[in-house]
Nanobody
Framework: QVQLVESGGGLVQPGGSLRLSCAASGSSFSMYVMGWYRQAPGKQRELVARISNTGSTIYSDSVKGRFTISRDNYKKTVYLQMNSLKPEDTAVYYC????????????WGQGTQVTISS
């Protein structure tokens, strides 16, 4: 059973950068398509970036050109480099499997809070 632990969030001024990490346990991690999701107050959780087991990436229009997802299968870790941050990026960020039915998702971790404010 894969478990996920997100870290790296914080309070940053607009235009700043953060790098999020998602550490996974379990032997199947390298086979999974992984994604970074976010949930802002009062909004539904949304997928912002995903990466295949071979490194192919897809981004939502809202973060394209500013965020970069990557993975290290040896370390069982997924990263999200976030640049040119905007106040509307404020949310709790989570990682999980992507491109699978909800029934195959891993139990959600605690997420990491990202707050963009001056």
């Amino acid at each position: 059973q894969v478990q996920l632990v997100e870290s790296g969030g914080g309070l940053v001024q607009p235009g700043g950068s953060l790098r999020l990490s998602c550490a996974a346990s379990g032997s199947s991690f390298s086979m999974y398509v992984m994604g970074w999701y976010r949930q802002a107050p009062g909004k539904q959780r949304e997928l912002v970036a995903r990466i295949s087991n071979t490194g192919s990436t897809i981004y939502s229009d809202s973060v394209k050109g500013r965020f970069t997802i990557s993975r290290d299968n040896y370390k069982k870790t997924v990263y999200l480099q976030m640049n040119s941050l905007k106040p509307e990026d404020t949310a709790v960020y989570y990682c999980n499997r992507a491109a699978v039915p909800d029934s195959l998702m891993v139990s959600w971790g605690q997420g990491t809070q990202v707050t963009i404010s001056s």
